[in-house]
């Protein structure tokens, strides 16, 4: 059974699954779908086109789905889409996509963590953190697992690799690799992941094989191009292979 309070907008367009929580003052607009078992907190504003998940927890005054702030949108039938079991924190802001791919998506099992902002066309996979106030431009796509520090601001089309963890206050302006600690200013290299590993129970042997393709590609008088030819030669580990398979779609040069 639905539990809605009397203060609640809901346009008959919407569509809410069973027993979802709504507080108060929340709108919610027309063609927004609410999986079962979620909860929205208090003065949330869910825009036409949001698509939320089963057992979501939306906290007070986030705004999902409103319009792109990209002069290029012209107001194109677009969406947000969030998965299962994702948590939104207060003052969270999540804009929809524009026509270069009419979506914008968040994964399931993430946490986005207070006033931070994922702009039009975005792409987190499962099981992210963004903390505090983190601000992804335009483009972005954070595979899973990925951990991004509070404050961090992330640059229109960065890809940022499964497992890694940039440190709270930097700026991102290039593709963060798989695996690694990123911190520095400029944004760098600085080992591996390896507590998000171990807790990830990743083997030994895989947590080698990482070491070895980064110590090759952060550690040797090889270029990148270089290294990844010297990889691909070898018998690679599946972490390893993703390594490259990153290096070889990253578009805007990995960090240094």
């Not at 979620?38 to 005054?61: M, Y």
Request: charged share 25%; aromatic share 6%; hydrophobic share 40%.
């Amino acid at each position: 059974m639905n539990q809605v309070d009397s203060t609640v907008i809901i346009s008959k367009n919407a569509s809410i699954g069973n027993d979802v929580k709504i507080g108060p003052y929340a709108h919610i607009m027309d063609d927004v779908v609410i999986g079962d078992g979620t909860e929205i907190g208090s003065h949330v504003v869910l825009a036409p086109g949001t698509r939320i998940g089963k057992n979501c927890k939306i906290f007070h005054h986030a705004v999902l789905g409103e319009i792109p702030q990209d002069l290029k949108f012209e107001g194109e039938y677009t969406t947000v889409e969030i998965g299962d079991n994702t948590t939104i924190r207060e003052f969270v802001t999540i804009n929809r996509g524009t026509k270069a791919t009419w979506k914008t998506i968040i994964g399931s099992n993430c946490l986005l963590m207070a006033y931070s902002h994922v702009a039009h066309d975005c792409r987190i996979g499962d099981n992210v953190i963004l903390a505090n106030a983190v601000n992804l431009g335009g483009h972005v796509e954070i595979e899973e697992w990925a951990i991004l520090g509070g404050m961090v601001g992330v640059h229109q089309f960065v890809k940022i690799g499964q497992h890694s963890f940039v440190g709270g206050g930097f700026r991102v302006t290039k593709d963060v690799p798989p695996y690694i600690l990123a911190a520095g200013e400029p944004l760098r290299y600085e080992g591996l992941n390896i507590v998000g590993l171990r807790r990830r129970k990743f083997s030994r042997e895989a947590i080698s094989g990482i070491k070895r393709a980064y110590r090759l590609i952060y550690g040797s008088n090889l270029n990148v191009s270089q290294a990844v030819e010297e990889l691909e030669r070898e018998d690679c580990c599946p972490e390893v292979r993703n390594i490259l398979e990153f290096m070889k779609k990253s578009s805007r040069g990995i960090i240094r």
